[in-house]
Nanobody
């Protein structure tokens, strides 16, 4: 059983910052990648940022330069700066390990204008 527990979402004004955390626990093989996805109302889930086991990162174009993903052992973080109303979404943590994808339950980020 693998658990991903997210925290750090909330309401923030445009231009503000939030830091999301996701702690992975349970039985899984070596972590290949961890990442953050988001889903806004009426839209498909999209990749926000990912980090591989060797520390390589990738970002969606819309967040590049504003968001930073990092990882410490089995915890992944997403530092979000200069937030915009269009960043409003439910943010999901993802872990890919041993050919399996695992998901957290999501944390809501709301950015007011």
């Amino acid at each position: 059983q693998v658990q991903l527990v997210e925290s750090g979402g909330g309401l923030v004004q445009a231009g503000g910052s939030l830091r999301l955390s996701c702690a992975a626990s349970g039985s899984f093989l070596r972590i290949n990648t961890m990442g953050w996805y988001r889903q806004a109302p009426g839209k498909q889930r999209e990749l926000v940022a990912g980090i591989s086991s060797d520390g390589n990162t990738n970002y969606a174009g819309s967040v590049k330069g504003r968001f930073t993903i990092s990882r410490d052992k089995n915890t992944v973080y997403l530092q979000m700066n200069s937030l915009k109303p269009e960043d409003t979404a439910v943010y999901y943590c993802n872990l890919y390990s041993g050919g399996m994808n695992y998901w957290g339950k999501g944390t809501l980020v709301t950015v007011s204008s």
